[in-house]
């Protein structure tokens, strides 16, 4: 059975990337799962792939459902439709988009076939990541948690050596007349 090892890049800055390896007989809605899960996204939302020539122009859609919008050819629904059945070129690209409001798009290009499956992977599987993907609503998501995680971690809460504690003496004294001295200084230039 053929592994397919796709990269998944995020449009707007392609050093964020996500490798994931399907079976060449999954569907596309595990794909689409696949990729969800690897940004650390929802699936609440509208999602489609478009088949992609090299120059990432958009062809044939292969569509989560089908949507109230005129389509040129009637879309292949994921859920029926195998990965391997779209594969026509060693470096297959699709687009993907998700939530057709923010317009989510990634580009999805095939890097590698193989006849071995890894394991203990279970298909689909993400495989590797690279860089902080974006927070799908906004400043909350994968960095607060990260920030979150750190602080547990290493314990910012609690003074360390060097540092005094909230209500120490000479604490802000410093700071405040250096802030002070440095306006009077750009006063008298």
Do not use: C
């Amino acid at each position: 059975m053929a592994i397919l090892k796709f990269r998944v890049y995020f449009e707007e800055d392609d050093s964020i990337y996500r490798d994931v390896a399907v079976r060449h007989t999954q569907t596309f809605l595990q794909l689409h799962q696949i990729i969800l899960k690897a940004y650390e996204f929802d699936t609440k939302h509208q999602a489609t792939f478009y088949r992609s020539n090299d120059n990432w122009q958009r062809g044939r859609e292969i569509s989560l459902e089908k949507y109230d919008k005129p389509y040129k050819a009637p879309p292949l629904l994921m859920a029926e439709t195998n990965i391997g059945s779209e594969i026509f070129d060693p470096n297959q690209k699709f687009i993907y988009v998700y939530d057709f409001v923010k317009n989510w798009s990634f580009l999805v290009e095939l890097i590698n076939v193989s006849k071995e499956e890894g394991g203990k992977l279970e298909y689909p599987a993400v495989i590797k990541s690279e860089g902080i993907p974006p927070s799908q609503y906004g400043t909350k998501g994968i960095v607060g948690d990260k920030l979150t995680e750190i602080e547990e971690k290493y314990d910012l809460t609690k003074g360390t050596e060097g540092f005094g504690e909230e209500g120490e003496e000479g604490e802000g004294e410093t700071d405040q007349e250096g802030e002070e001295g440095g306006e009077e200084g750009e006063e008298e230039l």
